[in-house]
């Protein structure tokens, strides 16, 4: 099974590296300033080894149950591990020992138990502030008020064991994403005058990676046009 497997996620990656260099060539900007994170949940660790094996680098998990014990099968392939969604602060101990990005950070509790899970650690994480770009969505969706993201970029600025690595949003579901991704370019030039080092926008997903790219990302998570669809719809 692991031959047509190959075939199928190398063929994907292609296509997915061809998207990425064209959006690049028509925003005037450099591919290798758009890091490609291949969201693998809901697909075996041997998924992951394979697209190890062609090249990818950066993965990127949504739930701690399943990122863990794959993380611990595929120690050896020294790939950077993303976590991308919504991170319960009971959780933050188990993330903080495998996570090297943090891409969902929206609450001071949070930042609190992340920074002190790391540091127990040994380690340091990047975190990003998630932004909430939805006006009318609950806490459920996740993400900071655009408003709060100075008080949250402050706070984890002070801590010792995470580093502020920018921001990331997910683009409404019922919006225009170039609208979406408009706004987030915006807080996070404004998060760089006070941070210049916070130079991640984590945007754009298979369905808007162009319009991402056209606002600045700089980190794309990308699943369902690696890996295919997924079962069942997680989140
Ligand atoms: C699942 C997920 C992705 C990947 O979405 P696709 O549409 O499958 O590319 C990206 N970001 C987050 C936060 C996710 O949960």
Redesign the pocket.
């Known amino acids: 099974m692991t031959e047509p497997r190959r075939t199928e996620l190398r063929a994907n990656l292609a296509t997915v590296r061809h998207r990425i260099e064209v959006a690049c060539a028509a925003a005037g900007r450099d591919p290798h300033g758009v890091s490609l994170v291949a ?1 693998t ?1 809901t697909w075996p660790a041997s998924d992951v080894r394979l697209l190890a094996e062609l090249g990818v680098t950066d993965v ?1 998990e ?1 739930r701690d149950q399943e990122a863990r014990p794959k993380h611990v099968a595929c120690a050896d392939l020294g790939l950077r591990w993303h976590f ?2 919504r991170l319960q602060r009971n959780k933050s101990g188990s993330v903080a020992t495998y996570a090297d990005v943090v ?1 969902s950070v929206d609450r001071q509790p949070l930042v609190t138990a992340l920074d002190r899970a790391a540091g127990d650690a040994g380690r340091v994480v990047t975190a990003l502030i998630q932004v909430s770009l939805d006006a009318t969505a609950g806490p459920a969706r996740g993400g900071a008020r655009p408003d709060l993201v100075d008080d949250l970029a402050a706070q984890v600025a002070a801590a010792g064991s995470l580093r502020l690595g920018g921001v990331m949003a ?1 683009a409404p579901l019922d919006a225009d994403p170039d609208t979406a991704f408009a706004r987030l370019a915006e807080v996070a030039a404004r998060l760089r005058d006070s941070h210049p080092e916070a130079v991640a926008i984590s945007a754009g ?3 808007d990676l162009e319009p991402a790219v056209r606002h600045g990302a700089t980190h794309l ?5 690696l890996l295919g669809h ?1 079962e069942s719809p ?2």
């Open positions: 969201v949940k990127g949504n991308v969604g891409h997910v997903m298979s369905g998570r990308i699943g369902t046009a997924r997680v989140r």
